[in-house]
């Protein structure tokens, strides 16, 4: 039974680009959410996805975007880069009847801007 | 005010010591609320839910106080292997699905 993976692992990016983070979930969940974690604090929610829509979404610009797929995988999308976005970005899957407390997280991409 | 603040860290306790840590919330609407622990450079895991009657899990106690809109994990007999970020989660008010987090208090078992 495989858990939430991510993919990449870790990502190098310059100021100004775009970055593409993807999940897939653990095996029949159906949601998915994401995290940003900078250094040193805890996750903070930057939306969810259920049912290929965005269900609900944290304090985050709209170059924040994501996107669910059938499968229930999910992308995140981040535009216009900055320094600032570096950080971990969580992704935790979960099963929309059961709720939060079945989150399970993914090992998360490190993401650096230069 | 923070939407949930924990104690500052890093705790530095000696093997087998008792410890705990302090959580506040400040929506005393929120509903559910959790303690994760994270170890360096990798991903959040569920430690416990914590209930209103409080729960027990093995080592572990978890606390709650509504009326102090407080929360608590006490870590007894404490091991090497319980160093660890601890992360404390509650609900948002108006939503079941977002998680407002703590920043977490570090924890380290000295031999």
């Known amino acids: 039974d495989a858990g939430v993976t991510q993919s990449p692992t870790h990502l190098i990016k310059t100021r100004g680009q775009q970055v593409t983070l993807r999940c897939s979930p653990k095996?029949?969940?159906?949601?998915v959410s994401w995290y940003q974690q900078a250094l040193g604090q805890g996750p903070q929610f930057i939306f969810q996805?259920?049912?290929?829509?965005?269900?609900q979404r944290g304090n985050f610009p709209d170059r924040f975007s994501g996107h669910q797929f059938p499968n229930y995988s999910s992308e995140l999308n981040v535009n216009a880069l900055l320094l600032g976005d570096s950080a971990l970005y969580l992704c935790?899957?979960?099963?929309?009847?059961?709720?939060?407390?079945?989150?399970?997280f993914g090992p998360g991409t490190r993401l650096l801007v230069l | 005010r923070k939407e949930v603040e924990q104690d500052p860290g890093p705790f530095n306790v000696p093997e087998g010591a008792t410890v705990a840590f302090n959580c506040t919330y400040s929506?005393?609407?929120?509903?559910?609320f959790f303690w994760y622990r994270q170890d360096c450079r990798k991903e959040p895991k569920l430690l416990m839910s914590?209930?209103?009657?409080?729960n027990e899990d093995g080592r572990f106690t978890a606390q709650l106080n509504r009326a102090s809109q407080y929360i608590s994990l006490l870590i007894r007999d404490s091991k090497l292997s319980d160093s660890a970020t601890y992360l404390c989660?509650?609900?948002?008010?108006?939503?079941?699905?977002?998680?407002?987090w703590g920043a977490g208090t570090k924890l380290i078992i000295k031999p």
């Open positions: 935790a899957s979960s099963l929309a009847e059961t709720g939060e407390e079945t989150q399970y």
């Open positions: 929506n005393s609407a929120s509903q559910s």
């Open positions: 095996s029949g969940h159906d949601t």
């Open positions: 914590v209930y209103s009657s409080g």
């Open positions: 989660v509650v609900n948002q008010m108006d939503s079941n699905y977002q998680l407002i």
């Open positions: 996805y259920y049912e290929e829509e965005e269900r």
